[in-house]
């Protein structure tokens, strides 16, 4: 019993780990202008960017090759979203 509660606990190590670290290392969306997730994130809540246009505008992604798009525009809809929620939820509780 011992030995599987030991399993269980190194499992549930390496999974943490493994969240930690993709939520520390930022990932590059956009390899021709060097554009991470986290620039990405970061468009969304302080410039309202919502969309790959304003993304261009902004921050230069997507204008070259355009292979970044369509991971860039999931990680806007995913960041406006988050953005979303945490307004709604604020609003709520105030
Ligand atoms: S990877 Fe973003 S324009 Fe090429």
Known sequence: MALFLLIIVLICSRMDHGINKSVQNP???CICKNVTDRQIRQAVFQQD???????????GACDQCGKCARDARGII????????????????AS
């Not at 995913?78 to 609003?91: G, V, Y």
Request: hydrophobic share 45%; with cysteine.
């Open 27 to 29: 990932m590059y969306i």
């Open 49 to 59: 960017v919502s969309n790959i246009r304003e993304l261009r505008a902004c921050l």
């Open 77 to 92: 809809r995913e960041a406006a979203s988050e953005k979303m929620m945490m307004e709604t939820h604020s609003a709520m």
